[in-house]
């Protein structure tokens, strides 16, 4: 009979022990992982991954810097004897502006204004990638 109770109190002992290292491990591998179902996790990705922003800022040093300078500043610059006054990134104004319109002045221009249309230069997606990267990099967001 002692023999029994002995096992029965060890058999819950490891039962005990084996649960709680089991949760233990499961909890301390979950940063950055989402649970698509109950049998599937994937790393989540962030808004903008290091890669994309990398070919954004390509982009953006080989089209924009001439106007917006490197730091997203703008003014005034002239090019092909043209003076433009450039938008400045880092104002409130710019940063309550709407992606859809920065893709619309990047995809199409504002010919008024010395804005020239990148259509025919860029892809959509690399036009999205470059609002996200003036976002990222001079609004902080």
Known sequence: ???????????????FIFACSENKTANTNTTNIVVTNANTA???????PADVLADARKIYTDKCVKCHKEDGTGGKVT???KTI?????TT?????M???????YIKNGVPDEG?????NQ????????????????????
């Open 122 to 141: 860029l892809t959509d997606e690399q036009i999205k990638n470059v609002v996200k990267f003036i976002r990222a990099e001079f609004q902080k967001k």
């Open 92 to 96: 409130d104004k710019m940063a309550k």
């Open 115 to 119: 804005m020239p249309a990148f259509k």
């Open 1 to 15: 009979m002692k023999f029994l109770k002995l096992s029965l109190v060890l058999s819950a002992i490891a039962l």
């Open 85 to 89: 006054n450039a938008d400045n990134f």
């Open 42 to 48: 994937t790393n989540a990705q962030p808004t903008a």
């Open 98 to 104: 709407a992606d859809e319109k920065y893709f619309d």
């Open 79 to 81: 090019i092909e004897d």
